[in-house]
Nanobody, 123 residues
Framework: QVQLEESGGGLVQAGGSLRLSCAASGSIFSIDDMEWYRQAPGKERDLVASITSGGSTNYADSVKGRFTISRDNAKNSVYLQMNSLKPEDTAVYYC?????????????????WGKGTLVTVFS
């Protein structure tokens, strides 16, 4: 059974840094894009950053220059380095895997979400 598990959230002062990690477990053959989303209280879930299997990245304008997404294909993992954090970055951060092909979803693959990790930035 495939699972995505995030870690690394917490409480940090404005201007500080956090590094989020997300690991996919199970009998995984491949994953296309991997993304980080976030959802603040009372707001919709928004895309923060994405990375292709080849390493091409894309960022929301609000985090460009402050956040860096990376991945380790061998570990089926994706990371989000968050620097210069602001109170408006406070949200639950979710990991998402596009077209994850596993033993159970061969050959078409499925999309998966993690359960989220809370990031709270205080001023």
């Amino acid at each position: 059974q495939v699972q995505l598990e995030e870690s690394g959230g917490g409480l940090v002062q404005a201007g500080g840094s956090l590094r989020l990690s997300c690991a996919a477990s199970g009998s995984i053959f491949s994953i296309d894009d991997m993304e980080w989303y976030r959802q603040a209280p009372g707001k919709e879930r928004d895309l923060v950053a994405s990375i292709t299997s080849g390493g091409s990245t894309n960022y929301a304008d609000s985090v460009k220059g402050r956040f860096t997404i990376s991945r380790d294909n061998a570990k089926n993992s994706v990371y989000l380095q968050m620097n210069s954090l602001k109170p408006e970055d406070t949200a639950v951060y979710y990991c998402h895997a596009d077209r994850l092909v596993s033993r159970s979803s061969w050959p078409g693959g499925m999309d998966y979400w993690g359960k989220g990790t809370l990031v709270t930035v205080f001023s």
